[in-house]
């Protein structure tokens, strides 16, 4: 099945109560008495508001903006320092998603971001983009399929691939079962949705011809419209790609998909079936890139 296939997404918010009967002064509860301004008969009468205060928190802001702009726009030092996004050949773990110099993308095999970086960051965004293809509601029309199929996989991989994708993708009792007709196409007035939206990357395993990279990603999947049996809902998964440098690009050999991590959902009123289908036709996707 495609691996934005139907999972429940349910989740609650929790709070708590932030009133509070006491009004509190000082940590303590106190009571506090208010003089009359300028009155001689108190020696302890409230004195005129300074500003002195407010140019102090003014000019600390100000500090603070700078200290911030220049620590954004640093620049020589060390690879590690002028580029916090990338790591060095042979380690694993999380980095941020920074710009590091290096161009991720340099083109676009039909609509599929190819061309990408001989390097850690171009293996993170080909396994981030191939993703974004491979879970695509142009995996259930024939013809798209193998484009994807034969962009995002080894040549040698590919073949293989395509007749075991099409068994999956053309089994009627499948398509049958998400709503959809026997010729992967949604039914009358309704609007069929299956993106993927990556999160996140990792380099498992790194070297100058392969790579294993996991991308955690969210998806959609479902049927938009009224009448749908089977409303769009949201999925967590994380896929791991074991990748090759072949013909000077990097290309899919395996992978292996497990659910999560799902993080706690939020109370919030799910839109209309209109609402759905129209943010998914007027909201495009992107390409990925660290």
């Known amino acids: 099945m495609s691996p934005g296939d139907e999972h429940d997404y349910r989740g609650k918010e929790q709070g708590g109560r932030t009133d509070d009967p006491y009004s509190t002064l000082g940590g303590t509860r106190q009571t506090r008495t208010r003089l009359p301004d300028g009155d001689p008969g108190h020696p302890q009468a409230r004195r005129p508001v300074r500003n002195s205060r407010s140019l102090v928190t003014i000019t600390g802001i100000v500090v603070l903006l700078v200290a911030a702009i220049a620590f954004a726009n640093r620049g020589g030092g060390s690879d590690d320092d002028a580029s916090p996004g990338a790591k060095k050949p042979g380690t694993t773990g999380s980095a941020p998603t920074a710009a590091t110099g290096t161009k991720p993308v340099q083109g676009k095999n039909g609509t599929i971001a190819s061309g990408f970086a001989h390097d850690e960051q171009g293996a993170q965004s080909a396994a981030a983009n191939y993703s974004v293809a491979l879970v695509s509601d142009g995996m259930f029309t024939q013809s798209r399929r193998r484009e994807i199929s034969e962009a995002v996989y080894a040549p040698d991989v590919a073949s293989a691939r395509q007749s075991d994708l099409d068994k999956v993708y053309s089994d009627e009792s499948f398509l049958t079962s998400i709503g959809l007709n026997p010729d ?20 498992e395993k790194y070297s100058d011809d392969t790579a294993s990279v996991a991308v955690w990603y969210s998806a959609l999947f479902g049927l938009a419209g009224e009448g749908s049996k089977n409303p769009v809902s949201e999925s967590w998964y994380t896929t791991t790609y074991e990748l090759r440098w072949v013909g000077g690009d990097w290309k899919i050999s395996d992978f292996q998909q497990k659910d999560g991590p799902v993080p706690v959902g939020r109370d919030q009123a799910a839109s209309s079936a209109e609402e759905m289908a129209d943010a998914v036709q007027q909201f495009g996707g992107f390409t990925y890139a660290r």
Do not use: H, M, Y
């Open 184 to 203: 992967g196409s949604a039914p009358e007035g309704l609007t069929f949705i299956s993106r993927a939206n990556p999160v996140g990357t990792k380099v």
